[in-house]
């Protein structure tokens, strides 16, 4: 059994499922350390701009402690007796110290991030800078757990070996979501009555914090214009779902009827949220990754997402299950729509079968190729 440390931020909602898988494996003994503890509590986010609480279980089913400004990683590693340290990001200094104290103490290191070339800065200062030190954190990393294919390339792009990467997608639980997905769908007509959504018009779904990067206003715009002549609603319904400081500006230029403000919905709420949409869109000007992608996958539906989304090229096959337009650009996105509203139905077929092969048990097998490599290395 390998001895493995992770160090992470805080507890994440879409964490939680796969450390309780990996903490399962007879092969690893995980050792989880998060830098905070607010997730675990009620807390007030800046983006969704209300007070969250999480109504997931984010701490059951693996061992785990909270780090403080007085703990010692070094101690922590040397004590633990650890195989490998598995580090999550770079950006926080907590990060940094626990790489350089497993470099101290000659543990191989394991990185995952959510980096790719999508967003580069335009200052070239800051653009040198970057890479200056990415290039001396990355020669103290022994593999590289890749989200993704654009995450991959941005790896590439410092010239690390093929060797050195490893894939471990970004994942949802998609047992959870597809299973939750499908017991909604018997209360799907209840659950439209409620809100006044007739049962034959087909339903539109923004669900992200309303707030400039996420472009939701773009979405609204394209929308109007399924209108025939710009005075009558178009046919399908437009629901947002969430909140931010944008909403109030959204509502505003709301119209007509057909668009519907849902407000923040818990996770354990959203199954039943996507399985009521027959089109997903996520319109950001720059998104990482995109797990609401995953989680509208397996309910089954077509995806419209922007070119500045990471994972559009894993997972959306242009006019198969979903559709990819460039940011920004209203004409296109409201091409899009057109297409989704005439083949969501196969669509979504075919994104339930891909996200299949987009699972925690890539993850898994990813992350043990990963810790091989680093024991015979």
Request: proline share 4%; aromatic share 12%.
């Amino acid at each position: 059994m390998l001895n493995l440390a992770y160090f992470v931020s805080h507890p994440i909602q879409y964490q939680a499922p796969l450390l309780r898988l990996i903490a399962a494996d007879p092969q690893i003994n995980l050792q989880v350390f998060f830098y905070s503890d607010f997730s675990i509590k009620a807390y007030q986010d800046k983006g969704f701009g209300r007070l969250i609480e999480w109504d997931v279980p984010l701490l059951e089913g693996y061992k785990y402690f909270f780090l403080d400004r007085n703990t010692n990683i070094y101690n922590e590693l040397k004590v633990g007796k650890f195989d490998a340290v598995w580090v999550h990001g770079w950006s926080r200094i907590a990060s940094i110290r626990a790489i350089l104290a497993a470099e101290q103490l000659n543990i191989p290191i394991l990185l995952r991030g959510e980096s790719n070339n999508l967003n580069q800065t335009s200052n070239p200062v800051k653009y040198l800078l970057k890479r200056i030190f990415l290039q001396w954190l990355y020669a103290k990393v022994s593999g590289f757990l890749c989200i993704g294919s654009l995450n991959r390339q941005f790896y590439q792009s410092f010239a690390i070996e093929e060797r050195r990467l490893f894939q471990m997608p970004y994942a949802v639980d998609n047992d959870y979501f597809a299973t939750k997905a499908q017991l909604a769908s018997s209360k799907r007509a209840q659950l439209k009555q409620s809100l006044g959504l007739a049962e034959d018009r087909a339903v539109i779904l923004f669900a992200a914090k309303i707030i400039e990067v996420k472009r939701p206003l773009d979405l609204l715009e394209a929308y109007c214009l399924l209108s025939k002549d710009g005075l009558q609603e178009p046919d399908p319904y437009l629901l947002f779902v969430g909140d931010g400081h944008l909403r109030p500006v959204l509502e505003e230029k709301a119209k007509w009827e057909s668009i519907k403000f849902l407000g923040f919905h818990n996770q354990s709420q959203m199954p039943a949220i996507y399985d009521l949409c027959d089109i997903f869109v996520l319109p950001s000007g720059f998104e990482p990754w995109g797990l609401a992608i995953n989680e509208a996958m397996n309910a089954s539906k077509a995806v419209i997402v922007s070119d500045q989304v990471g994972c559009a090229c894993d997972l959306i096959v242009q006019k198969e299950n979903g559709y990819i337009y460039p940011a920004g650009d209203i004409s296109g996105l409201t091409q899009a729509l057109n297409w989704g509203l005439a083949n969501y139905q196969k669509a979504g077929q075919i994104s339930k079968q891909k996200i299949q092969t987009w699972s925690y048990q890539q993850d898994i097998h990813g992350l043990k190729q990963s810790l091989e490599y680093l024991v015979n290395k």
